[in-house]
């Protein structure tokens, strides 16, 4: 399921965000400042180039490209 992300709460948000972009092997050597990882994310998902995703299973949140995400999961 898709969570738009105008739904959650601004901190809420921030933290999804900060979380994704602080994993490991997510900055692959990359030391640009955590504000400005943050900043690209938010900006993607306000481009629709970013997703979140729900999975009810575990009851986890995590932000996915839109291009990765199943067409009919945009569908709904």
């Known amino acids: 399921m ?3 992300h105008h739904l ?3 901190d809420t948000l921030t933290r999804l965000i900060e979380d994704f972009v602080t994993r490991d092997g ?3 050597g990359d030391e640009t400042p955590l504000a400005t990882r943050v900043e690209r994310v938010r900006r993607a998902l306000e ?3 970013a997703v979140i995703v729900y999975d009810a299973a575990s009851s986890q949140c995590q932000l996915a490209l839109k291009r990765e995400v ?3 999961w945009l569908e709904d």
Do not use: A, M, Y
Request: aromatic content about 0%.
């Open 70 to 72: 199943p067409k009919e």
């Open 26 to 28: 997510t900055d692959n």
């Open 47 to 49: 481009k629709g180039e």
């Open 8 to 10: 959650l709460e601004p």
């Open 2 to 4: 898709l969570i738009p």
